[in-house]
C-alpha cells in the first residue's frame, strides 16, 4: 500500500485529486494537509511514499518549499500540482527535482497516467519548451544543504547576521560561513542578490 500525502490548502482540489487516486487500481493510505507546516511535520513522523504538493499554500513560498523538501528528504517522490502552467516553471520544479507536474486543469485520466508514471519511478511532466537559459538559478539552488537554505531564506526576510544565528542557534561565525558557501554557490556577490533570487522563486497561480 502507497502512503501519499496531499499537501493542498484547497479542500475541493484535494477532493478530487482523492477521487482521481481511489479510480486508480492500486492501494493508496491518503492523508491530507492543508498548510505547508502541517504537510512537514506529516513527512517527518510518517513514511511517505509520494506526496503531491501545491506550490502555493500558507507556508509555501512557491519554489522554496519544494526545494527545502527535497534537500531534507531525497528519498521522497515529490509531485508539484500547480494552476501555474508557465513553461519556466515546469523547467525549475523539474531541476529541483519533482518526479512529475500536474497541471490543475488536467482530466482525471492525466493525473492517472502521470501517478502511475511517478509510482513506477519515472519522470512525467507535461510537453513543454524548456527556456534557453543554462544559467537558471534553479539548478544552481541544488547546490545547497538544508541548512544554507534555511539561512537564504532567513535573508531574503531582512534578518541579520546576529538574528540568524539566534534562531537557528548557530555561532555568527558560522553564519557568515554558510553565507559565503550561499554566494559563491549561487555565484552571486552580495545579499540584496540572494533576496532577489528568493523573489524569483515565488510562484503565481
Known sequence: MYQVLIADDHPL????LIGSLIEMELKFDIAESSTFDEAYDHILNNDIDLLLLDLRMPGNEGLLGLLSLRSEFPELAIVVVSANEDP???SDVKD???MGFIPKSSKRDDIHQGLTAVLNGEFSFPEFTKPNDDAR???KLNLLTPKQLKVLHMIGEGDLNKQIAYRLDIKETTVKTHISDILR?????NRTQAALILRELSVVE
Not at 185 to 189: A, P, Q, S, V
Open 96 to 98: 529541483m527535482g519533482a
Open 137 to 139: 538559478v534553479a539548478s
Open 88 to 90: 519556466q516553471t515546469m
Open 185 to 189: 554557490k549561487l555565484e552571486i556577490t
Open 13 to 16: 482540489f484535494r477532493a478530487a
